[in-house]
């Protein structure tokens, strides 16, 4: 079974973020990067497969020269080789699945995991948009699956409780929290991962038109709350939810 | 004349009320953009939902209806929501947010060729508004495709009310796409409780309620206002309560009247989720505490102690 997952080069989750003061976009300069959760969830659960199945993982990302970090990261963790699609600069969630899609007509893979959302833009597209644009089905938001020769059995977190689908391989499938834990790499296993193959490739070299659909034009601070505001018993908490957030 | 096409959420013949929501913002675009508006019903007996609709002053509802739709799958509804979309000139489709809209308008996104916006929070007639990276950035979005895609955050547009002539109901008849996905069970989470996204007030519990028991003292508090129950990740990861109650930035949003927070910390993914309650109460023994610098009202004290006291003395006041 050969299995493509994508790894994308995202903000520290726990990090606070800065806008910058023209409102163009984040502060990047003193943040640190790591791969999205949700991929390393995703390249977790391939690399189970591959030890059930047996075959490869392959890991793509997009982005600078810097993302071949976080696809090293996912080598690091058990994946075979890297592909690196290079783009500098912004790109939306389209631009990326149409990258994709040109790789998995190259790579024709059984089964393609991605993460539901990335935790910087919180899109949520990408999975869903590769779908449609390869004619496959999806199974988004998995927190478990069992893969049998051409078929896949996903249980999906819905509003509502766990939704349980059948998915024709080749197929695409999302990962969401509760799908596994992912493995740290060990040292060895980061020295060794610097040695696996990384490819790197262009938009062009894919015939990929990287012009975005979706362009944020501008970002500015959410309001903020005024919070802080200490009480010290039930009692006192009791009277004011009362008398002055009025909301009992 | 161009339009923009709400796609309807129900549940066992039901609207769901995140719909209404979907329709006030609907409401404002349409008058902003001067198009007509449109719903689209799909699914299998679901006449009574297109007829709930009828009061809101659409220009029409679509109703499609067949056995294969009963159950959502993103690639029967993406289909059936392409066609519709086409035929009645949509400019801009929308869902409210959740699993299915996220699950959904992408692929609809994609075979329309049109630009998507996730989970907007506003629209000016010319940019799209949502916030990124769990609520810290709110980003002003252009979409240059003639027709967007969008999924509605609910929690930003308040239940519409109905108003306007009555909507007419057209029957489409759609025939099913072959599809490489089958719906085969879902296992509901078992509740008489309120979603959390349309309860009024909202408890949650985190890693320090410590064990799956101990949720009885949330649910004792929560209703007394016929209030829903909700969680941090923490608590779901813990198996504690179900995957539909997580609050959050990759869970649900909720904004009640009243959020309060029992053994959460306040993490920035957490946040996301709850920061624009109306009032938030957090109860936590910690008080160097995250959750604090959001909450109108902190009590820095053992939850197992104030939990209960709470419920007691709320009691006599509602
Ligand atoms: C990709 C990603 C997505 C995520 N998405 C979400 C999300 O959608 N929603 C979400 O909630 N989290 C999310 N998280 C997780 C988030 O980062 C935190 O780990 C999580 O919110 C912590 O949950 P918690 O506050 O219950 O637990 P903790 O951080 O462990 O806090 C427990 C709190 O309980 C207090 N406490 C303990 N005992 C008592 C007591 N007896 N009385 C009073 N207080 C007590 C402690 O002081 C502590 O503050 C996400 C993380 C990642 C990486
Ligand atoms: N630049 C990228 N490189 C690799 N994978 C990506 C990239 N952007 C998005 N993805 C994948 O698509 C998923 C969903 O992203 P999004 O739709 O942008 O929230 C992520 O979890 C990644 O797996």
Not at chain 2, 69 to 96: P, S
Request: hydrophobic share 40%; net charge negative.
């Amino acid at each position: 079974m050969k299995i493509l997952v994508t790894a994308k080069r995202v903000t520290d989750p726990d990090m606070k973020i800065k806008i910058k003061e023209d409102g163009s976009g984040i502060d990047l300069s003193s943040m640190s990067f790591k791969v999205n959760p949700f991929d390393e969830i995703a390249i977790e659960e391939a690399l189970r497969i591959r030890k059930d199945k047996g075959g490869e993982v392959v890991v793509v990302g997009i982005g600078s020269d810097k993302a071949q970090t976080e696809i090293r990261y996912g080598l690091s963790m058990g994946a075979d080789r890297g592909i690196h699609v290079q783009v500098d600069g912004y790109m939306d969630s389209e631009v990326i699945a149409q990258i994709l899609k040109s790789i998995v007509e190259k790579e024709q893979p059984d089964l393609v995991f991605l993460g539901k959302q990335a935790v910087d833009d919180d899109n949520n597209q990408v999975a869903q948009l590769l779908a449609e644009y390869l004619g496959w089905g999806q199974a988004c938001f998995a927190s478990k699956i069992e893969v049998n020769e051409s078929k896949a059995i996903v249980e999906r977190e819905v509003d509502g409780g766990i939704e349980i689908m059948e998915i024709d391989l080749p197929g695409i499938v999302s990962a969401d929290l509760r799908l596994n834990e992912p493995r740290y790499p060990a040292l060895p296993a980061i020295m060794k991962a610097k040695k696996k193959e990384l490819q790197t490739l262009k938009p062009g070299d894919l015939g990929v038109d990287i012009t975005p659909k979706v362009i944020v034009k501008r970002m500015a601070e959410p309001a903020q709350r005024k919070g802080g505001r200490m009480v010290a018993d039930v009692p006192e908490l009791v009277r004011l939810l009362k008398e002055e957030a009025k909301v009992i | 004349m161009s339009s923009v096409l709400i796609v309807v959420e129900h549940n066992k013949q039901k609207l769901k009320m995140a719909t209404l929501k979907a329709l006030t913002f609907a409401r404002q675009a349409a008058k902003k953009l001067n198009t007509q508006l449109n719903l689209l019903v799909i699914g299998h007996e679901v006449e009574a939902v297109a007829k709930q609709l009828q009061p809101y002053g659409a220009n029409t509802i679509y109703l499609v209806e067949d056995p294969a739709y009963k159950n959502y799958t993103a690639e029967t509804w993406g289909h059936v929501t392409a066609e519709v979309a086409k035929q009645c000139d949509a400019v801009l489709i929308g869902i409210n947010t959740g699993t299915t809209g996220r699950d959904l308008m992408p692929r609809v996104a994609a075979k329309l060729n049109a630009g998507m916006v996730t989970d907007l929070i506003d629209f000016d007639g010319d940019l799209f508004v949502r916030e990124m990276w769990a609520g810290n950035a709110r980003a002003f979005i252009e979409v240059t495709t003639p027709i967007t895609v969008a999924s509605i955050q609910g929690t930003a547009f308040g239940v519409a009310e109905p108003g306007g002539t009555e909507s007419s109901i057209t029957r489409l008849e759609i025939p099913v796409p072959k599809t490489k996905t089958r719906f085969l069970e879902i296992r509901e989470t078992k509740s008489d409780r309120p979603d959390p996204t349309e309860a009024r007030v909202v408890v949650s519990g985190g890693r320090g309620m410590k064990g799956p028991e101990n949720f009885k003292l949330i649910e004792d508090l929560t209703d007394l206002f016929n209030g829903a129950v909700g969680a941090s990740r923490a608590a779901v990861d813990s198996g504690w309560i179900s995957n539909d109650l997580q609050v959050g930035q990759t869970g649900k949003t909720v904004a009640p009247d009243l959020y309060i927070a029992a053994g959460i910390s306040g993490a920035i993914q957490h946040l996301a989720g709850m920061k624009n309650s109306k009032v938030i109460v957090a109860i936590n023994k910690d008080e160097e505490a995250p959750i604090f610098q959001v909450s109108d009202y902190g009590l820095v004290a053992d939850l197992f102690k104030v939990v209960p006291e709470l419920t007691e003395a709320l009691r006599k006041e509602i």
